[in-house]
Each structure stands twice: as C-alpha cells, then as structure tokens.
C-alpha cells in the first residue's frame, strides 16, 4: 500500500486513548475465571524478573528461571484473592505476522548486545533497561510453564493460533468471564471484556529511567468502548488496519484518533482508504484474520488443588529453589479455595 509505514512497538496496536479503562483491584475478580495469553504473561515475567544488572534469575545449571518465579507467586495470590486464571499458548502464528515476528527478534538481538556492553562497562541502569528488551521465550521455557501450570491444577490450554484469540473466543462463548493481555489486539478478536496488567500489577521501575509508577490492574469493556466510539465491533477492526497492526503496517500519519474519524465519516475500510486515494490490497485477509481466526472447542476449565509433591519436585529439586519460598507460595492456594465458590463465576 502507497504510504505505508514500520510497524512499531511490540504489542499490538495502541488504542489506550480511545478505550475505555477503569481501575480495579485483581480482589475484584473474586470466583471469576480469566483466560490468559500465555506468552505474553511469560514475557513480561522474563522481562521484569531480573536482578540489578538485568540478569535474569537461573538455576545452578545457567536455565532461567524467572518466568517458573513469576507464575508460582502471580497465580498464588491470584488465587488467594479468589480468581480463577487458564492460561492460553499461542500455535502456529498466521503467515502475516512474519514481518513483526522478524523485526522482534532483531529488536532483541540488538538489545542484547547493548546490555552486554553495558553491563562490561559497569552501567547498572542502562543495563537493566536493555535486559528487559531482550527477553526470549525458548521451547524450554514454553514447556517448563505448562508443565508447572498443570502441577498447580491450572487449566492449560493450546490455541490453533494466536492465544489472545482463542482466550477472546473462550470469553465471547461465555466459557470464562475475561480475557487477559496487555494487547489490545484481545479486543479486535472479539473480547467481550479485557483484563490488562493482571499478572504484574504493582510498583513497577519504568524502563530506561529511574523512576518508578503504580501499574494498576484494569477492566475494557468492549461493548462500553464501543458505544463510546460510536462504531461496531468490524469498525473497529477496520480503524486498527489504518493505524497499523501486528499484521499490517498502517498508513503513514494515521494515529488511532485520525483514524476513529476517517470510519466514522466513511464507514468502512475501503471506503476510507478510497478518500485517502489508496487501495486495499489484501487487506481484506488482514481483516479475516481478527474476524474468522482459528479456534478450537477442544478444551477442559477445571482447576484443580495443587499436586505439592510435583511443585516441590520440579522447583525444589530440578530448579533449586528453596523449601520455605515454594511453600509459602502453596499455602496461598489452599487458602484461596474458599473464594472461589462465588455463583457468578460464568
């Protein structure tokens, strides 16, 4: 498409000043299940939980263990406050995103390299921020969540393709209450309602600065944000296209506020791509792929108590950590039990 510009950032597209989101606490998600992508709960664990320099936390065999810290903790007192979380792994991404995927991996590489650099040069600050930009998800980090997850008895689920699509499935079935991601994608694949910053809420260091800002847990309600926007749900898909996705790049000098009016006015994508003087392309196949994604039915939401012996196996004895750490953690879930019998859950 003629004027087209990168894609950028590494979440989506941004629709922060268009969306409707309110503060809540995760205790307001008492005996209510959320799905959760996955990935991106494990990136940002991979990303914040390191030490001062930015190296992450390992084993005494050199494995990173940072993401297994952070599900064990997060979804303790998640479920101590009475939530109900399943966990959705994303399957093989659409041909489209290999464009974003690619320009990730660089992005990361390159951080790499400056963190080495600054760590060399004794630059703890600038080391830190450039650790959180080179987080990687391996195979063995993927399989050692899930494993762990299942020893926890919380539901794991395996998406067809992108997981924040199939958790957004899961709550517009009615099968869960809420999606969960920091993308706001959830919302294009047909969220009723999207949870951001339910697995790291909190005092949170700002990357690159020293300074620190209260990362608050909140709710989108999809239907809400829409009538705001006075647009449909396909509207919004099509405004997003403008702005550009993680499976398009936008046009240049269309922001998400420029491109609200443009739909508005025109009412659909190719109409206003024709005022623009633009063609589609295949846009068309970009917009298929928040509308008609792949899904799949084929998925069990039990949660189930802890299998201690497992947790303690795995973490204590495979992973190094120590007895006092993991059992705090196991405590959380059995008290949690009893929050999880409100009858609002679905």
Same mark, same amino acid.
């Given at each position: 498409?003629? =004027?087209?510009?990168?894609?950028?950032?590494?979440?989506?597209?941004?629709?922060?000043?268009?969306?409707?989101? #309110?503060?809540?606490?995760?205790?307001?998600?008492?005996?209510?299940?959320?799905?959760?992508?996955?990935?991106?709960?494990?990136?940002?664990?991979?990303?914040?939980?390191?030490?001062?320099?930015?190296?992450? /936390?390992?084993? %005494?065999?050199?494995?990173?263990?940072?993401?297994?810290? @952070?599900?064990?903790?997060?979804?303790?007192?998640?479920? $101590?406050? *009475?939530? /109900?979380?399943? &966990?959705?792994?994303?399957?093989?991404? +659409?041909? #489209?995103?290999?464009?974003?995927?690619?320009?990730?991996?660089?992005?990361?590489?390159?951080? #790499?390299?400056?963190? $080495?650099?600054?760590?060399?040069? *004794?630059?703890?600050?600038?080391? &830190?921020?450039?650790?959180?930009?080179?987080?990687?998800? !391996?195979?063995?980090?993927?399989?050692?969540?899930?494993?762990?997850?299942?020893?926890? *008895?919380?539901?794991?689920?395996?998406?067809? $393709?992108?997981?924040?699509?199939?958790?957004?499935?899961?709550?517009?079935?009615?099968?869960?209450?809420?999606?969960?991601?920091?993308?706001?994608?959830?919302?294009?694949?047909?969220? %009723?309602?999207?949870?951001?910053?339910?697995?790291?809420?909190?005092?949170?260091?700002?990357?690159?600065?020293?300074?620190?800002?209260?990362?608050?847990?909140?709710?989108?309600?999809?239907?809400?944000?829409?009538?705001?926007?006075?647009?449909?749900?396909?509207?919004?898909?099509?405004?997003?296209?403008?702005?550009?996705?993680?499976?398009? +790049? @936008?046009?240049?000098?269309? @922001?998400?506020?420029?491109?609200?009016?443009?739909? #508005?006015?025109?009412?659909? /994508?190719?109409?206003?791509?024709?005022?623009? =003087?633009?063609?589609?392309?295949?846009?068309?196949?970009?917009?298929?792929?928040?509308?008609?994604?792949?899904? !799949?039915?084929? &998925?069990?939401?039990?949660?189930?108590? %802890?299998?201690?012996?497992?947790?303690?196996?795995?973490?204590?004895?495979?992973?190094?950590?120590?007895?006092?750490?993991?059992?705090?953690?196991?405590?959380?879930?059995?008290? @949690?039990?009893?929050?999880?019998?409100?009858?609002?859950?679905?």
């Amino acid at each position: 498409m003629a =004027g087209c510009h990168n894609i950028t950032g590494n979440m989506g597209v941004n629709l922060s000043d268009l969306v409707i989101a #309110k503060d809540i606490e995760p205790r307001d998600l008492m005996g209510r299940s959320v799905a959760i992508d996955a990935y991106n709960a494990i990136y940002q664990f991979l990303s914040v939980i390191r030490q001062p320099d930015g190296t992450p /936390l390992m084993d %005494p065999r050199g494995r990173v263990t940072s993401h297994l810290e @952070g599900l064990l903790n997060r979804n303790a007192n998640l479920v $101590e406050m *009475g939530v /109900l979380p399943a &966990y959705v792994f994303d399957g093989i991404s +659409p041909e #489209k995103k290999e464009a974003t995927i690619k320009e990730r991996r660089e992005r990361r590489e390159s951080a #790499k390299k400056e963190w $080495e650099l600054a760590k060399a040069e *004794g630059d703890v600050r600038k080391a &830190y921020s450039k650790a959180t930009q080179s987080s990687r998800i !391996t195979n063995e980090i993927v399989q050692s969540s899930r494993i762990l997850l299942t020893h926890l *008895g919380i539901p794991v689920i395996q998406a067809p $393709e992108e997981g924040e699509a199939q958790a957004a499935y899961m709550c517009a079935k009615g099968d869960v209450w809420a999606s969960a991601s920091q993308d706001f994608d959830s919302l294009l694949f047909g969220t %009723p309602r999207l949870v951001r910053n339910l697995t790291l809420s909190g005092r949170r260091k700002m990357p690159g600065r020293n300074e620190y800002r209260e990362v608050r847990t909140q709710l989108i309600d999809q239907e809400e944000t829409l009538l705001n926007l006075g647009i449909d749900a396909r509207q919004l898909v099509d405004l997003c296209l403008l702005v550009g996705t993680d499976f398009n +790049p @936008g046009v240049m000098g269309i @922001g998400p506020k420029k491109a609200l009016k443009l739909i #508005k006015e025109h009412h659909d /994508l190719s109409s206003a791509l024709r005022a623009l =003087g633009l063609d589609e392309h295949d846009l068309d196949q970009v917009e298929s792929i928040f509308l008609n994604f792949e899904r !799949t039915d084929d &998925y069990r939401l039990r949660w189930e108590a %802890p299998d201690h012996e497992k947790v303690r196996e795995m973490l204590c004895g495979e992973y190094g950590f120590t007895e006092k750490r993991v059992a705090s953690a196991l405590e959380k879930f059995s008290s @949690g039990k009893k929050n999880q019998r409100r009858l609002d859950m679905f």
